[in-house]
C-alpha cells in the first residue's frame, strides 16, 4: 500500500482521493481547513503555499495530485505560490506531481483544441495556469521533479454543485421541470468533463511514466451543446421538454456588479459563445481509461441531484 497526498477536496480532489482508497492505497488530504477523517483518508489542515509545512506533509509520498482551486477570482494572486510551493515539495519528495489543468490556458482558439497547441492565453487565468504547468515541466525536463498535467474541461457529474453550466444553475430547476439559463450561446458545442473520469485519469497518469513531462487531455466524450445535455437530463429526469435560456449580456453586466464570479467569466466569456471542444485521442491512443458513455454520465448525475435535493431540499 502506497502513501497518496492530494492537495485539496473539491469536487475533483474529493473523487481522486476516494478512487485512491478504492484502489487500496493510503491518503493524505492537504487542504486549509481540514475535514474529519474518514475511512483511508487523513485530513492536514495547512496552506498549500506553505512549501515547507506542504513539504512535511507530502513526506514519504508516491504521488502529489495537485487539485487545489483558489477562490476563482484570486486565481492571479494566489495560484504562483501555491504552484511553486507543490513543486518545492515534489523536488524534495520525489514524489511524482500530478497536476489538474483545465483549458483555459489556450486562449480562443478555432477549431478543437489538442494539447499540441501553444498557450497563448492573453488574460490573467489563462496565463496564470500556463504557467504553472510550464514551471513544472520545466524542471521535469531539468530532472527535479516528475510531473504531468492532466486538463479537464468543464466538469459535469455526481458531486459537481457549482462551477459549470450544468451544476447548480441547471441541474435544479430542470429537476422541477422549470426553465433553465446559461451563459452564452445555448447550441455552441461544448465538452463536457465526467468527473470520474478526471479522477480516473489523473490516477492512472501517476503510475504511468511514459505519461510524464507532458499535458493530456481528460478522456471525454463528444461534443455536446447546453441545449442537447439538457435535453439529455430532462429525458431521464422525467420531466420533459425543458426551456433553455441565454441570459443576456446586458443581465450579465448588471449582475457583475454585485457578484466577483461574474465579473471573472468575462475573461473566459469566449468559451461559452463559441465552440469549445477538447480532442483526447492522444490520451486514449496511450493509456486505459476511457470517457464514461454520456447516457451513464446523465443517468448517475440525475440520481444524484435528485437524492441531494431530497434531503437538503
Given at each position: ?10 469536487p475533483a ?11 487500496g ?5 492537504v487542504?486549509k481547513s ?15 503555499a ?5 513539504t ?5 509520498a ?9 477562490p476563482?477570482?484570486r ?36 477549431g478543437?483544441?489538442?494539447e ?9 487565468k489563462g ?16 530532472g527535479?521533479i ?16 457549482d462551477?459549470?453550466h ?24 461544448h ?12 490516477v ?5 511514466e ?10 471525454t ?20 421538454p ?14 457583475s ?6 465579473r471573472?467569466?468575462?475573461e ?37 441531484w ?8
Amino acid at each position: 500500500m502506497s502513501l497518496y497526498v492530494v492537495i485539496g477536496f473539491g469536487p475533483a480532489g474529493a473523487a481522486t482521493a476516494r478512487l485512491l482508497v478504492e484502489n487500496g492505497h493510503s491518503v493524505r488530504v492537504v487542504t486549509k481547513s481540514g475535514r474529519s477523517a474518514e475511512p483511508g483518508i487523513e485530513h492536514v489542515a495547512l496552506d498549500g503555499a506553505d512549501s515547507r509545512r506542504l513539504t512535511e506533509a507530502v513526506r514519504g509520498a508516491a504521488a502529489i495530485f495537485n487539485c487545489a482551486a483558489p477562490p476563482y477570482h484570486r486565481w492571479a494572486s494566489e495560484w504562483p505560490p501555491l504552484a511553486a510551493s507543490v513543486c518545492a515539495a515534489a523536488e524534495a519528495s520525489g514524489a511524482v506531481l500530478v497536476m489538474l489543468g483545465n483549458l483555459y490556458g489556450y486562449g480562443p482558439v478555432d477549431g478543437p483544441m489538442t494539447e499540441g497547441l501553444p498557450l497563448a492565453a492573453t488574460g490573467p487565468k489563462g496565463r496564470v495556469r500556463a504557467a504553472g504547468w510550464e514551471e513544472a515541466r520545466k524542471l521535469h525536463e531539468e530532472g527535479r521533479i516528475k510531473a504531468v498535467e492532466v486538463r479537464a474541461s468543464d466538469f459535469f457529474g455526481p458531486g459537481v454543485t457549482d462551477g459549470g453550466h450544468l451544476a447548480a444553475r441547471v441541474l435544479p430547476p430542470l429537476l422541477r421541470g422549470k426553465a433553465v439559463s446559461t451563459l452564452g450561446d445555448p447550441d455552441a458545442p461544448h465538452s463536457w468533463s465526467y468527473l470520474p473520469d478526471v479522477a480516473r485519469a489523473l490516477v492512472e497518469v501517476a503510475g504511468e511514466e511514459r505519461a510524464w513531462g507532458r499535458a493530456w487531455h481528460v478522456p471525454t466524450e463528444p461534443a455536446l451543446s447546453v441545449r442537447q445535455m439538457v435535453g439529455l437530463l430532462a429525458a431521464e429526469a422525467g420531466t420533459g421538454p425543458v426551456a433553455v435560456r441565454g441570459l443576456p449580456p446586458a443581465v450579465l453586466g448588471v449582475a457583475s456588479v454585485f457578484s466577483p464570479l461574474l465579473r471573472e467569466l468575462k475573461e473566459i466569456r469566449y468559451q461559452f459563445d463559441r465552440p469549445f471542444v477538447a480532442d483526447s485521442s492522444a490520451y486514449e491512443a496511450e493509456f486505459a481509461v476511457r470517457a464514461t458513455p454520456v447516457d451513464e454520465q446523465v443517468k448517475a448525475t440525475v440520481d444524484w441531484w435528485r437524492e441531494r435535493l431530497t434531503t437538503t431540499g
